[in-house]
């Protein structure tokens, strides 16, 4: 049976009607899988599941609500880019009316349910994206997050949700809620998949561009800020959260309580102030003007309504608030790498949103409501589970958040908790964030005295390298110690060293503060690359002592020592 095949049946077998607003049909969808496969490309043959407020040539646009639909004539960017890349789009998605919500709950097409326990909610905004993901209806899914649509169904399905700094994913083609703070984001099974749909689809044309200086790894002993209390959290869910830090502290990693009221009063004024009168802008004439059989929510439909009754001054009052809590929340973060807290702080049933709609999703975006007015990046992965007794077993996630930019540190800390190898590329690098390679030899491998010079610069450690066979290694007369890499002619061997990725501001300090008698030069690696590398005056290389026998700088102070 073919992977469409499979998919299909197992949609059919479901029962999860609520899931998909549209389903297409799977000739049209397994014509194109085999396409995609026999074309190849980044994601030959991954099935793509499209939020409904997200545009798709030929489907209808609901963002579930059907007296809203049209059918656009072309893919929105973000779908537009991983279709290039060789994803096939299956359908469309359920979610929370103009995705308006957390819950998942708020849509005529029905509640979408959670993947483990039907009584209980998928959470939302990206609901359906979340949910097809989870039960393998899709290999990945495009979400949209403003107060945490790409995180909550996350952590609720055990699945990872990415959500890049604002901007850096184009927002064309989707309907808006709060067009400021809107991002596209993506849900996966598993973190390499996510990030590679992410590389794909930020690859585009984002409304921001990359930095020049930008951090592509986390430090060795990364400091991770976490909140010094947990509001909303019960027991079991707070246990879960310290089960989770105590593996970062087995890792080495420095784990820093702070205050985080900032962000939770933040957080507060994304619903209750003047900010969601932006979702009046996106939606509310049509709202306003809205009669019964358009079937808006009810409970959508008040929350957009009251984003009329502000004037443009309240607008401006809070968008400084919130400046104001950026700085006092950022000040906090200060000497941080990265901030993690719960992704949810619980998991309630159908029922209980419908007996407090507005209460219950307030609560559940304690930890992301914050995230986007703070222009913040973010990545969600699943860490566990929570007994829950009766209710059985909830699946638990925690997000690690940075400041702007800051998406391959959190990536990079992501897969240190989930146990990957951190010395893949991250998304950003893939997806054209502007990185420069560097061949180290000596002082600045890992675990060598320099090691922090480039730790300190954000660089990534990439994999060890070998020189072509004509190189030889003179140690110098310095302090630290160092090796010199001269190119010879004759008589020459392979070094060893590592390969070091950073970013061209980060190699131009680099290289700025580089003490005679070490140059950077082009040095030749044993696959007939190129790359930027040590090397050194050739008068001092010439003075140095030979250790090119030993095959690198490592090897020979081994030597050394056991002589």
């Given amino acids: 049976m073919s992977r469409i095949a499979d998919i299909y049946r197992r949609i059919e077998g479901s029962g999860r009607t609520e899931v998909f607003v549209h389903l297409r049909p799977e000739a049209e969808v397994a014509a194109e899988w085999q396409a995609s496969v026999a074309a190849g490309g980044s994601l030959a043959g991954v099935v793509l599941a499209v939020k409904d407020n997200v545009d798709v040539a030929g489907l209808p646009t609901t963002a579930a609500c059907p007296g809203y639909a049209f059918v656009p004539v072309r893919d929105a960017a973000a779908v537009a880019a991983l279709r290039a890349a060789g994803a096939v789009v299956i359908g469309k998605t359920n979610l929370d009316q103009f995705a308006t919500g957390l819950v998942g709950t708020r849509s005529p097409y029905g509640a979408v349910r959670d993947s483990v326990r039907p009584e209980h909610i998928s959470g939302g905004s ?28 996350a952590g609720l399905q055990g699945i990872v949700g990415i959500k890049a700094t604002v901007g850096l994913v184009s927002t064309e083609g989707v309907v808006p809620a709060c067009e400021s703070y809107d991002c596209v984001t993506i849900f996966a099974r598993d973190l390499p998949t996510a990030e590679g749909a992410m590389a794909a689809m930020a690859h585009g044309a984002p409304d921001r561009t990359w930095p020049s200086d930008m951090a592509f790894a986390a430090p060795p002993r990364a400091r991770v800020a976490i909140p010094a209390e947990l509001p909303a959290l019960d027991d079991s869910w707070h246990a879960a959260f310290d089960r989770v830090v105590r593996g970062l502290t087995a890792q080495d990693i420095e784990v820093v309580p702070i205050d985080i009221a900032p962000f939770l009063a933040a957080a507060r004024l994304l619903y209750d102030g ?283 102070h081994a030597a050394v020592a056991t002589a």
């Fill in 274 to 556: 003047a900010l969601v009168a932006e979702r009046w802008a996106a939606v509310g004439e049509f709202i306003g003007t809205a009669d019964s059989h358009a079937q808006v929510d009810p409970t959508v439909g008040a929350i957009v309504s009251g984003g009329a009754r502000f004037a443009a001054a309240d607008l401006v009052r809070d968008r400084r608030r919130v400046a104001e809590l950026r700085r006092e929340a950022f000040a906090l973060l200060r000497g941080c790498d990265a901030l993690m807290v719960p992704t949810a702080p619980a998991h309630p049933t159908i029922a209980e949103v419908a007996a407090d709609p507005v209460g219950v999703n307030s609560r559940m975006g304690t930890y992301t409501n914050f995230c986007n007015l703070f222009d913040m990046s973010a990545v969600a992965i699943p860490a566990g589970t929570v007994d829950e007794g009766d209710r059985g077993t909830a699946q638990f996630g925690v997000t690690l958040l940075a400041q702007a930019f800051g998406d391959a540190v959190v990536a990079d800390l992501a897969r240190a908790i989930l146990g990957l190898d951190r010395a893949q590329a991250s998304w950003p690098e893939r997806a054209g964030a502007p990185a420069r390679e560097l061949a180290v030899f000596g002082a600045h491998l890992r675990g060598q005295p320099l090691e922090h010079e480039l730790t300190s610069r954000g660089a990534r450690w990439a994999g060890a390298v070998r020189t072509a066979p004509n190189y030889r290694l003179k140690a110098l007369d310095t302090t630290p110690p160092k090796p010199g890499l001269l190119r010879t002619e004759s008589g020459g061997a392979q070094i060893v060293g590592e390969r070091w990725v950073l970013s061209p501001a980060a190699l131009g300090a680099f290289l700025a503060a580089l003490p005679a008698p070490m140059m950077l030069g082009s040095v030749e690696l044993d696959d007939g690359s190129r790359l930027t590398g040590f090397g050194c005056d050739h008068a001092a290389g010439l003075r140095g002592v030979d250790i090119t026998k030993h095959g690198g700088w490592v090897a020979a």
């Fill in 126 to 153: 990206s609901s359906g994206s979340a949910v097809a993901v989870a039960l393998d209806f899709a290999d990945i899914s495009i979400g949209t997050d403003t107060a945490g649509s790409g995180r909550v169904p």
